[in-house]
């Protein structure tokens, strides 16, 4: 009987196993609509009733008992059985992942002390980073300030520089020197208060250099004044050898035709070989240059014009004695007022555009003017003197031919002449003159 019992519950197991698996594969087939595993779970119930119905009917329930608690027994030391083989592996394995948790937590707990360490290190880097980049803006700052300092000092070299230049006459660096400040240096330092005195101290060191020029331009005209004679001296000598030889030609010429100046002037050849004297037009001309250079070219026009004159009327203001002994002083004055024009000739072909024959013709008509109020003042000396009256009449010829071979009007000279000498007719001069 008891067999029997073991016996039907191992197919209880077996039909329950089977159960299991058809629920299983009943649920897969479950979700496509079919009922298996409810039919298997029936039959296993059909077959467990007449199980217990023929226990009760036996008055077997004490051993039917006894035998499900020794098959339950049973199947749990299969089930121990078949545990234990893989307990050792299964209590590895939590020991691994309780190792493997502590490894984590220690792991967790450097992460922890790196990240504030990190946190240390950063914090430190970000102070030194910002000491760095304060040190940084130190450094381009203090970079500025040097070359700010170092373009004052050339600023200053330079302005230095001017100075002596000036001193040294040597205008046209001063020019080049101080066209660099005002265009190069100026902008550069403007911002500083050295800039401020510097655009303050230009129109100044403009005014030393115009100074300065001037200056040398009327050491030019006092050192002219010695020269201006000395020309006069040299043309007057010139035209007499000049009227000698007219006197000669005419001499033997004279019965068959007549010559006038302008004829004698083209057969003097011999004299025209001789080399002019030379003229220094320097200062004038560096002066003219650097006024341009500073925008004050018709200033420089103006100044010279009127220093001009004031050298004329000095010429001409000077003490004259019409005496036979003194003729001297005027002659003097003559010799004086050649070289004068001669040098007004010269700028004129020289600077067309800055010394106008307008201007020269002016000075001319005033020269004249001033002549005539001489002659005036000493008429009666040169009248009623035969002996001054020739002597003036021919330094007044060679005085008069001088200017005209330098293309200067003379007729008002010989209206002049003719009017106060009652003999016109003397050597190296034609009646018709």
Request: proline share 2%; hydrophobic share 40%.
């Amino acid at each position: 009987m008891a067999d029997s019992i073991q016996q039907q519950l191992q197919q209880l197991v077996l039909l329950s196993d089977s159960v299991g698996t058809a629920g299983g594969a009943g649920a897969g087939i479950g979700e496509l609509g079919g009922s298996g595993s409810v039919s298997t779970v029936e039959e296993a119930m059909e077959q467990l009733g007449p199980l217990i119905h023929s226990v009760y009917r036996a008055n077997k329930q004490k051993l039917f008992r006894q035998q499900v608690d020794l098959f339950a027994q049973k199947k749990d030391a299969e089930i121990m059985k078949l545990c234990g083989n893989y307990h050792q592996e299964f209590v590895q394995s939590v020991a691994q992942l309780l190792k493997v948790r502590q490894n984590t937590s220690e792991l967790q707990e450097k992460v922890v002390g790196l990240n504030a360490e990190v946190q240390r290190s950063g914090k430190s880097l970000y102070e030194k980073k910002a000491q760095l980049l304060s040190l940084r803006r130190e450094q381009r700052n203090l970079q500025k300030a040097t070359d700010a300092v170092k373009g004052c000092l050339e600023v200053m070299r330079m302005a230095a520089s001017f100075d002596d230049q000036v001193s040294s006459k040597q205008y046209y660096a001063g020019i080049k020197t101080l066209g660099s400040l005002k265009d190069t240096c100026l902008p550069q330092v403007r911002p500083y208060s050295l800039g401020q005195m510097l655009e303050r101290a230009i129109p100044a060191m403009e005014a030393k250099l115009q100074a300065a020029a001037m200056r040398d331009v009327r050491d030019w005209f006092y050192d002219l004044k010695a020269t201006t004679r000395e020309i006069g001296s040299h043309l007057t000598a010139r035209m007499r050898k000049k009227q000698q030889a007219w006197q000669d030609r005419d001499a033997g010429t004279q019965d068959r035709y007549y010559a006038s100046s302008a004829v004698q002037f083209v057969l003097d050849e011999e004299f025209d070989s001789e080399e002019p004297m030379a003229i220094s037009m320097t200062p004038m001309y560096q002066g003219l240059h650097i006024y341009e250079k500073l925008g004050r070219r018709a200033e420089f026009r103006r100044e010279f014009i009127d220093d001009r004159a004031s050298q004329l009327s000095l010429i001409l203001n000077a003490p004259v004695r019409f005496s036979l002994n003194q003729l001297g002083s005027f002659q003097q004055v003559l010799h004086d007022i050649i070289g004068f024009f001669i040098v007004e000739h010269q700028l004129i072909a020289s600077a067309p555009d800055f010394r106008l024959r307008s201007d020269v013709d002016a000075l001319w008509d005033t020269c004249i003017a001033m002549l005539s109020e001489i002659i005036a003042r000493n008429v009666q000396e040169i009248k009623y003197d035969t002996s001054i009256r020739d002597a003036l009449h021919s330094i007044w010829a060679t005085f008069t031919y001088v200017m005209e071979e330098n293309t200067y009007d003379v007729r008002k000279l010989r209206e002049l002449m003719q009017a106060v000498l009652s003999e016109p007719e003397r050597e190296g001069m034609r009646p018709d003159e």
